[in-house]
């Protein structure tokens, strides 16, 4: 028998089929579009890669979204969190990212190809552009959907760290 904290935990991390056809339709042509997947190349954090993490982002983002009441618009808010990462190189392999800063810069290299690849808009750029506040001091979040990707961010990234998967 699950108690009411495990109940209200267990809702907030849910998606009933409504959700899922929400979250799918939104991301049908990034999920399979060639520079997305490139994604899956590159580790993100333990053995996950950066696609799963960019996935699990939009996902939290969504559910966040809901638990707060935020009204984001759920567009650009699933597309900003799935390309937020799309930098496109091994961060952890010196040869590719040679300033040793990928911390502090990555956030702009994924603006660039998200950009150039997709026609993405504002919410999605700020999204992006953001999305590594407050290591990036200056960028804070000006959109909810900005600060929502950001903190799901943070979120998925510490427990990918932590459990290491
Ligand atoms: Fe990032
Ligand atoms: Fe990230």
């Given amino acids: 028998m699950k108690n009411s904290k495990e109940k209200k935990r267990e809702n907030w991390r849910s998606m009933d089929t409504q959700d ?9 042509d990034l999920k399979d579009h060639p520079s997305v997947l490139q994604m899956k190349e590159y580790k993100q954090h333990g053995k996950t890669t950066t696609y799963d993490h960019c996935m699990s982002v939009a996902r939290v983002s969504y559910k ?15 597309r900003g969190a799935m390309l937020h990462d799309l930098f496109l190189y091994d961060w952890h392999d010196s040869n590719s990212c040679t300033d040793g800063l990928h911390g502090y810069h990555h956030a ?6 998200a950009r150039e690849i997709f026609n993405i808009g ?23 959907e900005a600060w929502v990707v950001c903190m799901a961010d943070k ?3 510490l427990r990918e760290t932590i459990h290491r998967k």
Wanted: with cysteine.
């Fill in 155 to 157: 979120y998925v990234s």
């Fill in 20 to 28: 899922r056809t929400v979250f799918n339709s939104i991301l049908k």
């Fill in 64 to 78: 966040l979204d809901r638990l707060l009441h935020s009204k984001c618009d759920k567009i650009a808010l699933l």
């Fill in 108 to 113: 702009d290299k994924a603006l660039k190809n």
């Fill in 122 to 144: 504002k919410k999605e750029a700020d999204i992006i552009y953001s999305h590594m506040w407050p290591l990036n001091i200056s960028r804070i979040p000006k959109r909810r």
